[in-house]
T-cell receptor
Framework: DARVTQTPRHKVTEMGQEVTMRCQPI?????VFWYRQTMMQGLELLAYFRNRAPLDDSGMPKDRFSAEMPDATLATLKIQPSEPRDSAVYFC???????????????FGPGTRLLVL | AQSVTQLGSHVSVSEGALVLLRCNYSSSVPPYLFWYVQYPNQGLQLLLKYTSAATLVKGINGFEAEFKKSETSFHLTKPSAHMSDAAEYFCAVTLNSGNTPLVFGKGTRLSVIA
């Protein structure tokens, strides 16, 4: 049963600390998305990659957030320095584009619940 | 830019009753539409999707949705609610094929009363 995995599942940190979240996409998927879920904003895209190259990171605060894919099996999202307003659930999703609409599913991980004090 | 509106942040139904969750989209071109379900403290799970094939789409757990272009709607229904259907439901849209980012609605929390 292929799944997207995310670590850590929960993170409590203090303002100013660095936070690193990791995602392992489903093997064979070449598209990875980072979404953030908050009560106020709902689910919003932070960044996404295809074949490890960033295609859109316009949703990320550039001064403190960074996203990378060191290899095809790992995506990372870093916040430095973290702020209380970054408290949210961060979801990673992966998929594989077929171009014909037959398979447009994004598979979501369980999320990282971040609390910045 | 595309957008999704989900009418009703909270819907409550009795067990065995019809479930109707509303979703309207805004798009200048034919969209791809999705319904996802989120159980507490879990990720999102795909219920069903419309990708320009049949307008009536059947999904998992007895849910279905109908794409109505004239009404720009993609409402989710289930004939008979079960207690296990209690969750948050999200409608989402993307304009492009090839697995591009989704734009989500605000979500509708479904409660099922015994």
């Amino acid at each position: 049963d292929a799944r997207v995995t995310q670590t850590p599942r929960h993170k409590v940190t203090e303002m100013g600390q660095e936070v690193t979240m990791r995602c392992q996409p489903i093997l064979g998927h070449n598209t990875v998305f980072w979404y953030r879920q908050t009560m106020m904003q709902g689910l919003e895209l932070l960044a996404y990659f295809r074949n490890r190259a960033p295609l859109d990171d316009s949703g990320m605060p550039k001064d403190r957030f960074s996203a990378e894919m060191p290899d095809a099996t790992l995506a990372t999202l870093k916040i430095q320095p973290s702020e209380p307003r970054d408290s949210a659930v961060y979801f990673c999703a992966s998929g594989f584009p077929t171009g014909g609409g037959a398979e447009e599913t994004q598979y979501f991980g369980p999320g990282t619940r971040l609390l910045v004090l | 830019a595309q957008s999704v509106t989900q009418l009703g942040s909270h819907v409550s139904v009795s067990e065995g009753a019809l479930v109707l969750l509303r979703c309207n989209y805004s798009s200048s071109v034919p969209p791809y539409l999705f319904w996802y379900v989120q159980y507490p403290n879990q990720g999102l799970q795909l219920l069903l999707k419309y990708t320009s094939a049949a307008t009536l789409v059947k999904g998992i757990n007895g849910f279905e949705a109908e794409f109505k272009k004239s009404e720009t709607s993609f409402h989710l229904t289930k004939p008979s609610a079960h207690m296990s259907d209690a969750a948050e439901y999200f409608c989402a849209v993307t304009l492009n094929s090839g697995n591009t980012p989704l734009v989500f609605g605000k979500g509708t929390r479904l409660s099922v009363i015994a």
